[in-house]
């Protein structure tokens, strides 16, 4: 399903060395931990792709200041502003971390509706790290339970290690030791992150994507091939 | 260029008084409308399909024949007819036979529905919304221009030997319009046939139909019906005007703060910012409709939504009066600044001109089986003239 024009478009501006994480924080305080969570992913996202040779910055979307924006794209249907600009963030990204804290046993409503909004196919095969926060360490499967499922849904590729930080992990970051050292888990999923992402460029993805509306007004697809599936039955994924 | 309005024939409680028109008003209040336009001097009404509550718009066909008895000039068209749950064989007959009784005053727009039951209503799979409209549209089109048809497809059961009547008037099939809002495809499907692309142009931000629009004039230009600027556009639009720009902002704003569609959402500012919406006084609309061009080009076809919301029927008629006003200018300035060559929407008379001239297409029946006899008279001499084709 994977068409030269559509890789090109995939990997971002085509020649551009540097490779994009977008972190995502739903956190909702200031100081947030899932933001500082996120943060910490971010720069341990950035460092290990330095270490396979290549280039990367980070991005971060805030989803706080884009709450009413995202509660009026449930309405109207259609992004407005900096939500508009945050979701061509996520299109454009590389890969991407995800971090939430937990709420009523699972990811937050401002969360969710993030990628409720987004268009079926931007994150198809795009390497994600899942990651929460919590006052206790006994939501720590929300991960599991909850994360993973939604972004297998929307056909994103999760990295193995997800990052749960409890309020005490905190206080144990700085620690260089120990098996539970969050600082630990944060690199190792920053790792695994950038195995998918500093790869080679021109690999195609391993899983089959789905044409947002804006790849196909960059290329459409033609008639012949709208008839052909008219009358061959439905599309292969 | 045409002007015109379309409804999609909504029954929503007025949010000022609390009164929600019942059926019947709401039936009738559509006719009063659409005479309305003919008299203000609109071009165009179209209405819209829908098969559930809260919405009086199925059977499209019985209300633009009713409206076409008591009109005499304004084209009646669809938006949209829902051409992935209708049997095309159906629609074929149905706009036909409309064709004849108006006289060709009829075009229609296909669209894909608002609802996701409608496609089990009508026995359809909504995962396969596209390739009905594909499909279906595929066969509607062989109906109008072939006296018999063989076919066999993967949505409806096969024809063989299958003649769709009346046949078009003239022997013209109506012309076709295609409306999406979101679905790219649909722009292709429209160039591919060198139909007509409207975009809804109400919901979502201009700058979505400028892409739309601008896929649909390359793609026609592609399959080689003429220039990007030759391809035949209709936009969508809304609007509320009062004489004093203040007095469209304090009157409009309940009805859209509880509209059905977008209401309880964005402010009536940011959405008149983010969308085509323009609420002010004639001159306001006039400047915002004559803008719409600086993002889609030169374009055919302007409908305006203004039966909606819930607004009573006295308003909606003030609205026209106040088109009406307004549209000398809008057209003569529209007029002024067209590029030339660009072409004016097909009408019945214009394709009937382009096909070389009316012609009877009535297909008589042969003789049947049984009697080796048809029911036309071959002794007849007016029958012998159109046998010969004198007729």
Do not use: C
Request: aromatic fraction near 8%; charged fraction near 20%; proline fraction near 6%.
């Amino acid at each position: 399903m994977i068409t030269p024009a559509e890789s090109s478009l995939r990997s971002g501006a085509a020649g551009d060395a540097g490779r994009k994480i977008v972190v995502i924080s739903a956190g909702l305080s200031v100081p947030s931990s899932t933001r500082l969570l996120a943060d910490m992913l971010g720069e341990a996202a950035v460092d290990a792709i330095h270490e396979r040779g290549q280039e990367a910055e980070v991005e971060v979307v805030e989803l706080r200041p884009l709450a009413h924006a995202l509660a009026d794209h449930l309405l109207t249907g259609f992004p407005t502003g900096e939500l508009k600009a945050a979701i061509e963030k996520v299109r454009r990204a590389d890969g991407v971390v995800a971090v939430t804290p937990v709420f009523s046993a699972s990811y937050s409503g401002l969360f969710k509706t993030f990628f409720d909004v987004l268009e079926l196919g931007v994150l198809d095969g795009k390497p994600v790290v899942v990651a929460a926060t919590a006052g206790t360490a006994r939501h720590s499967l929300v991960l599991e339970h909850a994360l993973r499922p939604l972004f297998s849904y929307l056909h994103a590729v999760v990295v193995p290690t997800g990052v749960f930080a409890a309020s005490e992990d905190f206080g144990a970051a700085g620690g260089e030791q120990g098996t539970g050292d969050l600082a630990k888990r944060v690199n190792r999923a920053a790792n695994e992150l950038a195995a998918l992402v500093a790869g080679p460029g021109d690999v195609p993805r391993p899983v089959a994507h789905r044409k947002t509306v804006d790849e196909e007004f960059a290329s459409p697809t033609s008639f012949e091939d709208l008839l052909k599936a008219a009358s061959d039955g439905p599309p292969e994924y | 260029m045409q002007f015109g309005i379309f409804t999609v024939g909504d029954v929503t409680t007025d949010p000022t008084t609390g009164k929600t028109p019942t059926e019947h008003e709401r039936i009738k209040a559509t006719v009063a409308i659409a005479k309305k336009a003919e008299d203000i001097g609109l071009d165009v009404f179209a209405t819209g399909e829908h098969h559930n509550p809260p919405f009086i718009a199925s059977n499209p066909t019985a209300t633009l024949a009713y409206i076409g008895a008591q009109t005499e000039r304004i084209i009646l068209s669809t938006a949209t007819t829902l051409i992935t749950t209708t049997d095309p064989v159906l629609i074929a007959e149905d706009y036909a036979k409309i064709q004849h009784l108006t006289d060709g005053r009829v075009d229609l727009m296909m669209g894909r529905g608002n609802t996701g039951p409608v496609y089990p209503w009508f026995g359809k799979d909504i995962r396969q919304g596209i390739n009905l409209a594909i499909e279906n549209y595929a066969l509607l089109r062989r109906l109008w221009t072939e006296d018999v048809v063989d076919w066999n497809g993967r949505f409806r059961t096969p024809l063989q030997g299958y003649t769709s009547t009346p046949r078009p008037l003239d022997g013209v099939a109506p012309f076709v319009w295609h409306g999406s809002i979101r679905s790219p495809e649909i722009a292709e499907q429209a160039a591919y046939y060198g139909d007509g692309f409207f975009h809804n142009h109400i919901f979502w931000p201009s700058s979505h139909t400028e892409a739309m629009v601008r896929l649909y004039r390359q793609r026609f230009e592609h399959y080689g019906h003429g220039t990007a600027d030759q391809a035949i556009v209709g936009l969508g639009g809304q609007f509320f005007m009062r004489k004093n720009s203040q007095d469209a902002w304090n009157e409009f704003r309940p009805y859209f703060d509880n509209a059905p569609v977008y209401g309880h959402g964005p402010s009536l500012e940011d959405f008149t910012e983010a969308t085509p919406l323009t609420v002010g006084s004639p001159q306001q609309v006039l400047e915002r409709t004559l803008s719409f061009r600086d993002y889609v080009g030169d374009y055919q076809r302007q409908l305006f939504l203004l039966d909606h919301a819930g607004l009573p029927l006295k308003t909606v008629l003030e609205q026209l009066d106040l088109l009406g006003e307004i549209l000398p200018t809008m057209r003569a300035e529209f007029d002024r600044v067209r590029k030339p060559g660009v072409p004016d929407a097909p009408t019945h008379a214009s394709l009937v001109e382009k096909a070389g001239g009316a012609k009877d297409s009535t297909v008589y029946a042969a003789g049947d089986a049984a009697t080796g006899t048809t029911d036309r008279d071959l002794d007849d001499p007016e029958v012998a003239k159109v046998l010969e084709g004198e007729l």
